[in-house]
């Protein structure tokens, strides 16, 4: 019979069974997550299926930097053990093994382990039938089964033996039994904390399976309702694997539900979940967002103090006035993203997350980082993955139409700024296009692929759905009455910065000055840096001296303006974005 898989890697395992003693006639690689290992089913030429892991070369499953990252985010760690090698590592998995099987666990059982010429591990098991917890699908597990999976756990249990990494990759069940596999991390000096901890992965994956109350009680009747109720605190989804995570997707309140039926049968023992994570994921990243957007600040000092001494200057009631102006930009782009969702968000939630877009826009350039901000929020939101995008997509391209709309009020007074004026379109319709393009291409990269071409028929249909709906209700004009607004506020505080600093309140400027802040957010949108920095301040200041606006005068106004609009509404941004990151609405 011929291998299948890597050619190499079957060649090794043959080699090293042969040097064992072992004639193979196939071998053939097993599916699942290796975790650093590569696990083989073998046939003996005498008719014997053997389980072969083998872990190749000096591997370390705990190695220094990996350990030390675990200490800095996670408390009450708990480290897996180090291997000086992957043969070490063999060896420690087939002593575990051999305790848990004679404690009358049911577990493979294993029958060598061997070296190879560059340190690769090799532990032979017998091969163990069934199936594991998490390719089984709601109602394939049986009663005997669920059962026979919590006697194992509490017969390893009481060996004082932890398994520690109890998934459901490592849990294989049968129509009545089930068996433990995969020791490799597990300890022979269990503590309690250990032992609480065990529980958490199982209790998730079987309840996802069989139901939260069936689940329970049969975890209660074989590992009794004090050892159950120790799990309370870990029941998290920082302590579970990624593949359990997927089943709380599904199932938003399974958590909820585990918890408080454990408390139901547990009772005074009060439901409090341990402080495990020190760092989770959005909080590093937005530490990170904030030193990227601090070395901007550190680099671009020199135009915040310019700005800063200019505002010590300026006239106090016209920047307020520019202040407010800006401050209005949240709102009513809050507002224009709400008539584009026909109006299934919450207005005061949305207004946040437009705050912290202007955080996330100071790091990402061209508005992407608000762009997928709000189509994390509206998928939060309950909103299909189709409909977001369109209503964000719908939601930019009005304040592109907005913009064009005003452009036949403002080109008379765009005498010499044909070349800004290019500019400004660029910018304000390249993410339009960049979305619209980016669609097509998924959509015909998902229709070249027969699986995927009834999803992407049902998502193009929810999108059409979703702008019929949108032209039906009337809410376009008001959609792009909220554009054209946006696109005023910001012209109004432009205009208000430079009065604050010495313009005189001509009405001949206002529509210069207007149509030389559109160009400027234009530049802001197409240039490669984060916000538009240093593109966006020449493109304002070139675009006031066409006008005859004396230098003093627009250098100061530019850098009060952008002080208002890109630097002062950071801080408010950053705290916006954690609070949304906490109440998980992003």
């Not at 997707?249 to 539900?257: I, V």
Request: aromatic share 6%; with cysteine; net charge positive.
């Amino acid at each position: 019979m011929r291998d299948s898989g890597g050619k190499g890697t079957a060649g090794l395992v043959r080699q090293l069974l042969a040097e064992r003693g072992v004639s193979v006639c196939a071998v053939a690689p097993l599916p699942g997550d290796r975790r650093g290992s590569h696990p083989w089913r073998v046939t003996t030429t005498d008719g014997r299926d053997l389980f072969v892991k083998l872990s190749v070369g000096r591997q370390r499953d705990a190695g220094h930097l990996r350990r030390w990252g675990r200490r800095l985010r996670y408390r009450h760690f708990g480290d897996y053990p180090g291997y000086a090698g992957a043969a070490q590592k063999a060896e420690r998995e087939a002593r575990l093994l051999r305790l848990a099987g004679r404690a009358g666990v049911r577990v493979p059982r294993p029958l060598d382990e061997a070296a190879g010429p560059a340190g690769e591990g090799l532990l032979v098991e017998e091969f163990t039938p069934g199936r594991p917890l998490d390719a089984l699908g709601a109602g394939e597990l049986g009663g005997d089964a669920l059962a026979d999976v919590w006697r194992q756990v509490a017969l390893l249990h009481r060996a004082g033996l932890a398994h520690r990494d109890l998934r459901g990759a490592n849990i294989l069940v049968t129509d009545a039994a089930a068996r433990l596999v995969a020791l490799a991390a597990g300890t022979d000096r269990a503590t309690p904390e250990q032992c609480a901890r065990d529980l958490v992965e199982p209790l998730v994956v079987l309840a996802g399976l069989a139901g939260v109350r069936t689940t329970v009680t049969a975890a209660v009747d074989h590992l009794g309702a004090p050892a159950v109720a120790d799990s309370l605190p870990w029941l998290q989804p920082a302590l579970l694997s990624r593949t359990t995570r997927h089943t709380l997707t599904d199932r938003p309140g399974l958590l909820d539900e585990l918890r408080s039926e454990i408390a139901h049968r547990c009772p005074g023992r009060p439901v409090r979940t341990a402080r495990v994570v020190r760092f989770t994921g959005p909080d590093l990243f937005l530490l990170v967002m904030l030193g990227v957007l601090g070395y901007f600040l550190v680099t671009d000092f020199g135009r915040v103090a310019v700005a800063t001494q200019a505002l010590g200057r300026a006239d106090p009631a016209a920047v307020v006035g520019a202040l407010l102006a800006a401050a209005a930009t949240y709102p009513i782009s809050a507002l224009a993203l709400r008539l584009a969702a026909a109006g299934r968000i919450p207005f005061g939630t949305t207004v946040s997350v437009q705050v912290a877009a202007g955080f996330v826009n100071r790091i990402a350039p061209g508005a992407v980082g608000g762009f997928a901000l709000s189509l994390r929020y509206l998928r939060r939101q309950g909103l299909p993955l189709p409909v977001a995008a369109t209503t964000v997509a719908v939601d930019r391209a009005a304040g592109f139409l907005a913009f064009t709309l005003l452009l036949p009020v403002l080109l008379p007074f765009a005498r010499g700024s044909v070349q800004h004026l290019r500019a400004a379109f660029a910018g304000r319709g390249w993410m339009v296009l960049l979305v619209g393009l980016g669609l097509l291409a998924l959509a015909a990269v998902a229709l070249a692929r027969p699986r995927w071409r009834a999803r992407t028929r049902h998502a193009g249909r929810q999108a059409l759905d979703a702008l019929r709906l949108l032209v039906r209700s009337g809410r376009m004009l008001r959609l792009l009455a909220a554009g054209l607004a946006l696109t005023l506020a910001y012209g109004t505080a432009f205009w208000l910065s430079l009065f604050a600093v010495g313009l005189s309140a001509q009405p001949a400027l206002v529509a210069p000055v207007v149509l030389v802040c559109l160009v400027g957010e234009g530049v802001a949108t197409a240039a490669p840096t984060p916000g538009g920095l240093g593109a966006t301040e020449a493109a304002l200041v070139s675009g006031l001296l066409l006008y005859g606006v004396p230098a003093g005068i627009a250098v100061a106004g530019v850098l009060i303006y952008r002080l208002a609009t890109f630097w002062l509404p950071v801080l408010p941004g950053y705290v916006a974005l954690r609070l949304l990151v906490r109440r998980r609405a992003i």
